[in-house]
């Protein structure tokens, strides 16, 4: 069974950190480009971060550019998303998303061909 689970959510005070993971089982992420999600209450889900299939190439919403890091680790089939100083803002459903590619130097959110259930992040005091 292809899957990719999403692990590391919680509450966490404003200004604190947390690393989700982005675990995949039934397929190897290493030609897939992978993204990182996050929906809201009330709101769209919206594109926090993406990194190519090799690594090579990390984009960043604006929101949280310079506090968050995304990372992968092929040998572990896991992507990984460090989040610092979160804000009540980033209160959220996280979700990782992979993404077929031939490109190994390009990534966005679109087309996404698997998604994860999401973890679930509070910012909150």
């Known amino acids: 069974q292809l899957q990719l689970v999403e692990s590391g959510g919680g509450l966490v005070q404003p200004g604190g950190s947390l690393r989700l993971s982005c675990a995949a089982s039934g397929f190897t992420l290493d030609y897939y480009a992978i993204g990182w999600f996050r929906q809201a209450p009330g709101k769209e889900r919206e594109g926090v971060s993406c990194?190519?299939?090799?690594?090579?190439?990390?984009n960043y919403a604006d929101s949280v550019k310079g506090r968050f890091t995304i990372s992968r680790d092929n040998a572990k089939n896991t992507v990984y998303l460090q989040m610092n100083t979160l804000k009540p803002d980033d209160t959220a459903v996280y979700y990782c998303?992979?993404?077929?590619?031939?490109?190994?130097?390009?990534?966005?959110?679109?087309?996404?061909?698997?998604w994860g259930k999401g973890t679930r992040v509070t910012v909150s005091s």
């Open positions: 990194i190519s299939s090799s690594g090579g190439k990390t």
């Open positions: 998303a992979a993404d077929r590619v031939y490109a190994r130097n390009s990534c966005d959110y679109y087309g996404m061909n698997y």
